[in-house]
């Protein structure tokens, strides 16, 4: 064996193999079943190596310095040739100790002893079984110690799991080789001729570019099957390293290959250039020098564009600062610099356009308005900061269109949504490679004047990031008092935006930064009543989705009566997104219809609706009747317009003990516990009797369980479903109310007047109690909302229950006591 001359791997990731090495050849399974026969001797001498790991079949070469390894190595030569081989803990330590190696190692098989003309000792050994040290008998004159051997636990000749991993191993391992320039491709034959499965996991992992803690940590697994899914792990790790590797170096060599191509390129066109008979950034430079003269910029920055030009003249035109400085001028020459559209004043042109392209919205139509009739009085007037605020599809974003040519100016908007880097408004330093101006001057060379209605949509959802807080930014931007001269990074002056009408709209104002907020004039926009979205619809959506469809208006019609039955019964919002949805569905059944040629219903009935959308889910409550005790009716404000609640309470017999559910907030729940002592304290006055409280438990429940409620405004309703209870008197019928009480006894104003209103009359309800500070919000509704409803405004807790609980019993009362 030893006078063979066979080719074999040394390490598989990263040292060169030498084809001439005088090496063993590889193990096949009767020489393995040979060794795992071998009986281990009771001690050895124990050889610990310095920066690798013996593994069981496997043959490596190991060089011998050390005065004790030299000695061990020479007796077991003369004796037996069997010694015991491990890794030390740490490798740096020279003298290693019984406590400074591992106590699993491979007994080893010494194959040829070399002596070096140094002094060195080059051993081949060959690994034979793994075995745990048990106790050292002897340190001197090198250590040597009594050994038990570790049997391994392999798997079943037909474990299938097993076999695909050794498979996955072998084909990894001549990927790896494929991948390596430092592998030769023969080394795929030395994998390839292995048959042996535990020889095969134990040579990948002895050649294996891992530390020697990992290599220990293999070999000390005692179960093959573990130690083979290990392996792949490792195999996978180093399979990528090397496939990153060849893909960086492929990258690097391209580039390299472009700039040279570039440089010859450019050198080309600099000879043609010269023999047509000049250069041509001369050229640019002149004609830089001819736009100038025609901008309306200031002294100020005439003499920095002719300084900067000047800088640009003596710069190579081959350097990179070339280009920088040739992008800076050109946006110093493209910028509108006190270039203005002029406004257009006639107010019943501008209140016509609003109209015309939103239904609603009256505050802000007003204030625009408002902005253009003085704008007319003093022309040098600063263009007003709006915020529009409001739930999503309610046309904050689409009116800033309208304003534009309201007043005849350019439109321009940018959508902060997300945005994180504060570059993004201020731009970035022309010295950086890359280097822009921000999104708002950016904005404005688009816009090609200095006075255009300029839209920040979403800026409730800026962020901040390391790269700086773009609302911090803003604050600037929309400051009247400062935004005549913002900076921008990389325009290095101050640009004048005090004429800029910039409109942001936000959903939350929670979001937006306080100063930032404080700066702007907050316009809410709440969303619309049902009432308004079939205007809505009529005049603007259907005609819309008709055009957009390629039908004409006899095509189809949809009435108003049709469109309301749309809008309550299929869609649930603020806006009208959801509702154009739900229109152009029925838009595109007539024109299928007129495509397929088939016979349909011009006009649009509610049987056509159910065919076409479906059933209704999203009908919303009516008012019932006054039957039951205990069951009121209280108003709600969500994000999507008003809705009626039902409050109910029940009592049975107990010690007085109050029970809630309907997933109610905290405030709610605080409500419930305000009116129970409010009827507790004054039980005589009120008409309850103080033992149906004591001796009665009750609870109360809010329906639509799973739907979370939070705030004051049915706290004058609980009120009532709790005396109703108490006396099992009916409530008034046709009647709601909403209000928030304190235990004092008082009714305190809520909002959401306009919602709520308009909910109640969609449920057949003919009156209302409000608290009486309430009042000046039912005067700024629309009458036409409010015919056919009566109110009835309270201060106090008292007057609510004179008027809604009725001197009467209700069917089927319970007893009390």
């Given amino acids: 064996?030893?006078?063979?001359?066979?080719?074999?791997i040394d390490n598989m990731s990263l040292q060169e193999l030498d084809s001439d090495a005088d090496l063993i050849p590889l193990m096949t399974p009767e020489d393995e079943e040979e060794m795992n026969n071998e009986v281990l001797p009771d001690d050895l001498a124990i050889l610990p190596l310095r920066n690798t790991v013996l593994f069981p079949g496997v043959v490596i070469p190991i060089t011998a310095g050390r005065d004790k390894s030299i000695k061990l190595i020479n007796d077991a030569n003369k004796k037996g040739k069997v010694i015991g081989v491990v890794s030390q803990i740490d490798e740096d330590i020279e003298e290693p100790t019984t406590n400074d190696v591992h106590r699993v190692g491979t007994v080893a098989q010494i194959m040829r002893v070399l002596k070096m003309p140094d002094g060195n000792i080059t051993v081949i050994l060959q690994g034979k079984k793994r075995f745990e040290i048990d106790q050292f008998t002897q340190e001197e004159p090198y250590l040597k110690a009594t050994i038990k051997e570790v049997v391994e636990k392999r798997p079943k000749a037909n474990d299938n799991e097993f076999n695909s991993i050794v498979e996955s191993i072998k084909e990894l391992a001549i990927q790896i080789i494929n991948e390596s320039p430092n592998i030769p491709s023969e080394a795929t034959f030395a994998i390839k001729n292995i048959d042996s499965n535990p020889f095969l996991i134990n040579f990948v992992s002895s050649n294996m570019n891992l530390n020697v803690q990992e290599k220990q940590d293999l070999l000390q697994i005692g179960n093959l099957k573990e130690r083979a899914l290990a392996t792949l792990k490792f195999m996978n790790i180093e399979l990528q390293k090397l496939e990153l590797k060849n893909d960086i170096q492929s990258k690097v060599r391209s580039d390299l290959d472009q700039q040279q191509r570039e440089y010859f390129l450019q050198q080309q066109m600099k000879t043609i250039q010269e023999e047509l008979g000049g250069v041509s950034y001369e050229q640019e430079i002149e004609e830089m020098k001819l736009k100038a003269k025609d901008k309306k910029w200031n002294e100020k920055v005439a003499k920095h564009f002719e300084k900067e030009l000047s800088k640009m003249q003596r710069t190579n035109p081959n350097s990179p600062d070339f280009g920088i400085q040739r992008n800076y001028?050109?946006?110093?020459?493209?910028?509108?610099?006190?270039?203005?559209?002029?406004?257009?004043?006639?107010?019943?042109?501008a209140q016509k356009i609003l109209n015309r392209d939103h239904f609603g919205l009256d505050d802000v139509k007003k204030r625009i308005i408002e902005h253009l009739a003085v704008l007319k009085l003093r022309n040098d007037m600063k263009s007003p900061i709006l915020c529009l605020y409001g739930p999503p599809g309610v046309g904050k974003t689409s009116i800033g269109k309208s304003i534009a040519e309201a007043l005849g100016r350019e439109y321009v908007r940018i959508s902060l949504g997300g945005l994180r880097d504060e570059a993004e408004i201020r731009g970035h330093r022309k010295t950086y490679i890359g280097a822009m101006p921000g999104r708002i001057i950016q904005s404005i060379k688009k816009a090609k004047t200095s006075n255009p209605v300029f839209v920040l949509d979403e800026i409730d959802k800026l962020s901040s990031s390391h790269n700086g807080d773009p609302s911090s930014a803003l604050l600037e931007v929309l400051d009247p008092e400062q935004n005549s001269d913002f900076y921008d990074?990389?325009?290095e002056m101050g640009y004048d935006l005090s004429k800029v009408m910039f409109i942001a709209t936000s959903n939350s104002l929670s979001t937006i930064q306080p100063a930032l907020r404080d700066r702007m004039e907050i316009i809410n926009m709440s969303g619309y009543t049902i009432e308004e979205k079939v205007e809505i619809a009529h005049k603007h959506l259907v005609p819309k989705q008709i055009k957009e469809h390629g039908l004409k208006a006899k095509d189809i019609s949809i009435g108003k009566k049709e469109l309301e039955k749309i809008v309550v019964g299929y869609t649930r919002e603020s806006g009208v997104r959801g509702l154009e949805k739900k229109i152009a569905e029925v838009v595109r059944y007539a024109a299928k219809s007129i495509a397929l040629e088939e016979v349909y219903n011009v006009k649009i009935t509610e049987a056509d609706l159910?065919?076409?959308?479906?059933?209704?889910?999203?009908e919303r409550d009516k008012y019932e009747n006054n039957d039951v005790a205990g069951v009121v009716t209280g108003l709600a404000w969500t994000s999507v317009g008003g809705d009626i609640l039902f409050i109910e309470s029940l009592i049975s017999k107990g010690k007085g003990v109050m029970t809630m559910t309907g997933s109610l907030g905290t405030v709610m729940k605080e409500s419930i516990t305000i009116a129970l002592e409010y009827i507790k304290a004054n039980a005589e006055r009120i008409g309850v009797n103080p033992e149906v409280i004591t001796s009665n438990n009750i609870h109360m429940h809010v329906p639509s369980g799973a739907t979370p409620k939070d705030g004051p405004s049915a706290g004058i309703a609980m009120l009532t479903s709790m005396v109703s209870s108490y006396t099992q008197n009916r409530v008034k019928k046709s009647l709601a109310m909403t209000g928030e009480i304190t235990l004092r006894g008082k009714v305190l104003p809520v909002g959401g007047i306009k919602e709520k209103i308009l909910a109640a009359k969609r449920a057949n309800i003919k009156e209302i109690i409000l608290c009486n500070e309430n009042k000046r919000d039912i005067d700024e509704i629309n009458q036409d909302y409010l015919k056919g409803l009566t109110f009835h405004f309270v201060d106090t807790m008292k007057e609510v229950l004179d008027i809604a609980i009725l001197d009467k019993k209700v069917k089927n009362p319970k007893k009390l006591i």
């Fill in 1 to 8: 064996m030893s006078n063979q001359k066979i080719f074999t």
């Fill in 489 to 491: 990074n990389f325009l």
């Fill in 329 to 349: 001028l050109e946006l110093y020459l493209e910028l509108p610099w006190d270039e203005f559209t002029k406004d257009n004043f006639d107010l019943k042109r």
């Fill in 610 to 618: 159910i065919a076409i959308l479906k059933s209704p889910r999203l």
